[in-house]
């Protein structure tokens, strides 16, 4: 799985639509979605512009899930 960002709401939208059914994904509202590798071609050929954040590492993740998130004493 990879982390991509969009760099417009339209962008986001049309990926979904492109990838439901096809791909399993996660979507945020900060504009990242992770995808599977394999979905990058198909947004391309889409041509649905996106930037490519980088592989899903955990801990780059639990700061999109909560990034209020408070340590617990």
């Known amino acids: 799985m990879v982390l991509i960002?969009?760099?417009d709401a339209?962008?986001?939208r049309r990926a979904l639509e492109t990838l439901v059914g096809e791909f399993s994904?996660?979507?945020?509202s900060s504009g990242e979605m992770l995808v599977?590798?394999?979905?990058?071609?198909r947004l391309a050929r889409e041509d649905i512009p996106f930037t490519f954040?980088?592989?899903a590492a955990y801990e780059r993740l639990a700061?999109?899930?909560d990034p209020a998130a408070a340590a617990i004493q």
């Open 36 to 41: 599977p590798e394999e979905a990058l071609p």
């Open 53 to 55: 954040e980088g592989s």
């Open 63 to 65: 700061t999109l899930r």
């Open 5 to 7: 960002r969009f760099t």
């Open 10 to 12: 339209e962008s986001k």
């Open 25 to 28: 994904f996660k979507t945020w």
